[in-house]
Structure formats: C-alpha cells, structure tokens
C-alpha cells in the first residue's frame, strides 16, 4: 500500500514570495491533515478536511496560508506571502475515518520550506 | 487548552540498553498515539493506546487514562532507534484533532 505522498521535498523562497505544496492521501482515506512543524517543536494542526470539506482550520493563519481539496483526494497548502516565521516542515497526514483504524494518522515525508 | 508534557526530554543510552518514555496529558483524552520521526524527518505511528497496554516487537506501550499518563517502553535498543518520540492526544470526540508533545530525542550509541 503506497503512503502519503508529498512534493516537493525541500523548498527556498525570500520572504513575501508564495509557494504550494501537494499532498496525496493514502487511498481511501477520506480525512486529511496539515501540520506544521516548527524546529525542536511538535507538529501543529494547521486544517483538517473530511473527504473536501473543512473540519478544523482554527490555527490555519487565514490571511496568509490557504488550502484546498477540491476533489477529496489531492490537497494543496499554499502561503502568500511568505514570512520568515514559516521556515517549518510542513506534513501531510491522513486517516481512515471508520473501524479500529479510525483516528490513526498515517503522515507523509514532509516539505521543508526554508524562508530567506 | 490540554497540556502535553513529554519526559526525559533528552535520552542517551548504549545499544541494548531499555528506557522508559513518559507522557503526561492535564485533560481525559480520546485519543493517545505515540509516534517516531526518524532523523530524516518521518513520523511512524508505532501505537494507538488511548487506554490499557499493547506490545509490538521490542516496543511497548501503557495508557493509564484515569491517572492521565502514558509510558513507552523500548527494549534491547538499537541505534535505528534514535529520533524523537512524541505522545499526541485528542481530546473532543468531534474532531480527531491531534495535540503533541514537546518530545523525546532519544539517542542510541554502538
């Protein structure tokens, strides 16, 4: 069984530049996540969707940061404009929300994004 | 919001040597899982143990939900063991929202 599936792997902007990462789920998965993981510190929910629509963005920094699961597969997470306080590894996670498997999130290699 | 505190925040042992990994949570949770990352950045689930006490391998892990902790044991360790382990909570049965940790950077020597 394929994993999350993440691109890119490593990213370099200047500040007030954008950029985008992709996420592909687990297939099957209806639940979605997006973390943010800042050096030394645990992961950070930034928006969980459940199959393309939202069910907790309330750390999601909506003037800048946006995301979206059009189709309820694929995700993109995108900042514009970037500051220097969102260098992070930037992860994907997903689950399959029903059964004994409910609630286990199974995440991606991550994006480190890496603000000049 | 809950509180999840993660000790010993650092952890230096020798191959085959056994450790014990504790995780104390400040509200009743739903959800507990306890993760890896690897020092190439992969988180890999290794339990999910809201309650009671389940093994994998060299590895075991205990929830006590009524006294809010959770213990992680690592057996005969080896140096791909080294990473950080991380406890994260749920706590609303609406959401699966996952709280973590602060960390344990464990580091396994030949």
């Known amino acids: 069984e394929a994993g999350v599936a993440q691109s890119p792997r490593y990213k370099i902007i200047e500040k007030r530049q954008s950029v985008a990462f992709w996420c592909n789920p687990i297939?099957?998965?209806?639940?979605l996540y997006w973390y943010q993981q800042i050096l030394g510190q645990g992961p950070k929910l930034l928006i969980q969707?459940?199959?393309?629509?939202?069910?907790?963005d309330s750390q999601l920094p909506k003037d800048r940061f946006s995301a979206e699961r059009l189709k309820g597969v694929d995700s993109t997470l995108k900042i514009q404009p970037a500051k220097l306080e969102d260098s992070a590894v930037y992860l994907c996670?997903?689950?399959?929300?029903?059964?004994?498997?409910?609630?286990?999130?199974?995440f991606g290699a991550g994006t480190r994004l890496s603000v000049l | 919001g809950i509180q999840v505190e993660q000790s010993p925040p650092d952890l230096i042992l020798q191959e085959g040597a056994n450790s014990t990994l504790r995780c104390n949570f400040s509200?009743?949770?739903?959800?507990l899982q306890w993760f890896h990352q690897n020092p190439w950045g992969q988180l890999i689930n290794l339990f999910y143990?809201?309650?009671g006490t389940k093994q994998n391998g060299r590895l075991s892990a205990t929830t006590v939900a009524t006294e809010r902790y959770s213990l992680l044991y690592i057996s005969s360790s080896q140096t791909t063991d080294s990473g950080v382990y991380f406890c994260?909570?749920?706590?609303?049965?609406?959401?699966?929202?996952?709280?973590f940790g602060t960390g344990t950077r464990l580091q396994v020597f030949p």
């Open positions: 509200d009743s949770v739903n959800n």
């Open positions: 297939s099957g998965h209806a639940t």
């Open positions: 143990i809201p309650s």
């Open positions: 969707f459940q199959n393309n629509g939202v069910v907790d």
């Open positions: 994260a909570v749920a706590v609303s049965y609406n959401t699966d929202k996952l709280i």
């Open positions: 996670a997903s689950s399959f929300p029903q059964g004994a498997a409910k609630n286990i999130q199974y």
